[in-house]
Each structure stands twice: as structure tokens, then as C-alpha cells.
């Protein structure tokens, strides 16, 4: 059984389209990362999910039940992108006072503290967290009653290089465990080595989903490979789309993915002092698929 499914999905407020026939599955212990521009659906398709909306036409499954459902809601965590308490409560304090209303353990609420590296600020009123700490607290409520599903947006605000690395862990602990997630973000090279799949909504449609490996596939767009201690005239070739030089002694080299290992071969041959070889990234991916869409530009998104 598959944690979300919606099929041919139309979501319509007023006169305007949101989302437009959108099929998409998550499956259990799945990490999904759903990116598109401001206005592209991503908000909606949470609400969907959460049972806060309902679609125009199409299905939406959640959990195999349907959204909304109290029973269904129990098993679903969600963290806003903008998490905001009761600022006269304490850490510990907010965490109780969800766990009551989720039916959740209350011993979950320590554990939960020191998951998230809160432990010493748990007595201390939320109005003296900084932002980073507040979403800390957010990911501490949206863990209460062990959800089966979790719903992240921007769960990164706010939180330093090693917080952001410690959230990423928590979620691969949790999807081990089996929990399926779906991770909203803007931060793609931060989000990019934990997703196993990615979702593309654009302009209201999926564009692309898929993992990156088969999105670089249905892509093609050219591979990044960087020698050092070569000259340009040595690293010139036919199957090189563009070359240029970068700092030091190293040049960047594009060229098709059919042409990578030759290319590389090559290249090894000539004896550099170094090489590295880059394939399209995930932010690569995405503004090639809003650029297909038609979508550079708007909403605030840009090559």
C-alpha cells in the first residue's frame, strides 16, 4: 500500500486552475522532495494530503483511508514553513500540550527534546528561542505519536550547517523505520542526497517525477568534468561541448552523458594531477524542467 496517492487530481479556486491533473504516488519509507516555483501547487498538494482541502475531481488516498479523517490525521506530522507557539510556554510545555491533543505519549515529549537537541532549553519560554530552535521544536511536534507520514516545509529555515545535518539524519532514521516523508524546499543542494525521488509542479502541472538518476535519463543534459594540471589545447576534443577555465590550474569540460566515459578515459590518458566528474545536479534538473514548462521566470524563479 502506497502512504499517498492522488489520482488525476484538478484543483480549481474560482476560475483559476492550482493544480491540473496531477497523478503522484509516495510509498512507504519514501522520501520525497516536492519543489516547483512559488504558485506552482506545492501548498495545495500538502493541504490535499492533510485533508484540509478538497480536490475539484480526482482521488486523493492517504494511509489508505481518506484525508481529513481523525483516525488518519493521528498518523500524519507536519511542520510549517512558518512554525509559530504559544510564546508564554515553554518547550516542554508546547510538546505537552500537542501530545494531548495528538493522543500522543507524553514520555515521547523528553525524548523528543533531546532528539532534536533541545534538552536544556525545554523549561525555557519559546519567546526567547531563536528562529532555528523554534524549528527544532516544530520537527519535535510534528514527530509526537510516531507518525506514519510526515510533511515538511522548509523544514532547513533557520538552522545552521550542523542543526541541518543532524534534521537530515533524524529523517533517514525515520525512513528506515518505514516512515514515508514528503519534503518541501527551495534549498536543493542541501535536500538533494537525501530525496529518493523528486516531484517537479510547474505552473500547476507535474513536470517531471522520478528518481535523479532517471530524471538526469529522460534530461540529458550535459555532464561536468573537471581535470586539473591540463591545458585547454591538451583537453579539446570533438565530443567537448564548452570548455573553460576555473581557478588554478583546473578546467571545466561539458559534454553529453553518452560521451562521459570516453571523455574521461581520454582525459586520464593525458595524466592530470586531478579529476572530478559532475552530473547534472538536482537544481540542474529543476530549472531545465521549469524551463520546459515555460515557468523560468515566474514566481521568482530563475536560470
Known amino acids: 500500500m502506497n502512504a499517498v496517492e492522488l489520482h488525476n487530481v484538478y484543483q480549481q479556486y474560482g476560475t483559476m486552475a492550482v493544480l491540473d491533473n496531477i497523478s503522484l504516488s509516495l510509498a512507504e519509507g ?5 519543489f516547483g516555483h512559488n504558485g506552482a501547487g506545492k501548498t495545495t498538494t500538502v493541504r490535499l494530503i492533510l485533508g484540509l482541502l478538497q480536490a475539484t475531481t480526482g482521488t486523493v488516498r492517504v494511509l489508505g483511508g481518506t484525508p481529513g479523517d481523525s483516525d488518519i490525521r493521528r498518523k500524519i506530522g507536519f511542520l510549517p514553513e512558518n512554525v509559530t507557539f504559544y510564546p508564554q510556554l515553554s518547550g516542554r510545555e508546547t510538546l505537552l ?3 494531548r491533543l495528538k493522543s500522543a505519549e ?4 523528553d525524548e523528543l527534546l533531546e532528539q532534536v537537541g533541545l534538552t536544556a532549553a525545554g523549561s525555557k519560554r519559546v519567546k526567547t528561542y531563536s528562529k532555528g ?3 527544532r521544536l516544530g520537527l519535535a511536534q510534528a514527530l509526537l505519536g510516531r507518525p506514519r507520514l510526515l510533511l515538511l516545509d522548509e523544514p532547513t529555515v533557520g538552522l545552521d550547517p550542523i542543526a541541518t545535518q543532524e534534521l537530515y539524519q533524524v529523517i533517514g532514521r525515520l525512513r528506515d523505520e518505514g516512515t514515508s516523508i514528503v519534503i518541501c524546499s527551495h534549498v536543493l543542494p542541501g535536500v538533494e542526497p537525501y530525496i529518493d525521488r523528486a516531484a517537479v509542479l510547474a505552473l500547476g502541472r507535474l513536470e517531471a517525477v522520478g528518481t ?3 530524471l538526469r535519463a529522460q534530461a540529458q543534459l550535459p555532464v561536468r568534468i573537471r581535470a ?9 576534443a570533438p565530443d567537448v561541448q564548452s570548455i573553460r577555465p576555473l581557478h588554478g590550474a583546473w578546467h571545466e569540460l561539458q559534454v553529453a552523458p553518452s560521451n562521459k566515459l570516453a571523455t574521461v578515459q581520454r582525459i586520464l590518458q593525458l595524466q592530470p594531477q586531478d579529476i572530478e566528474v559532475q552530473p547534472p545536479s538536482l537544481e540542474d534538473l529543476y530549472c531545465y524542467y521549469m524551463d520546459k514548462a515555460g515557468a523560468l521566470g515566474v514566481a521568482g524563479v530563475q536560470q
Open 228 to 236: 586539473a594540471g591540463l591545458s585547454e589545447e591538451q583537453l579539446t
Open 212 to 214: 535523479l538518476h532517471e
Open 30 to 34: 519514501e522520501v520525497l522532495g516536492l
Open 106 to 109: 507524553v514520555r515521547q515529549v
Open 133 to 135: 530552535m523554534r524549528q
Open 97 to 99: 500540550h500537542f501530545a
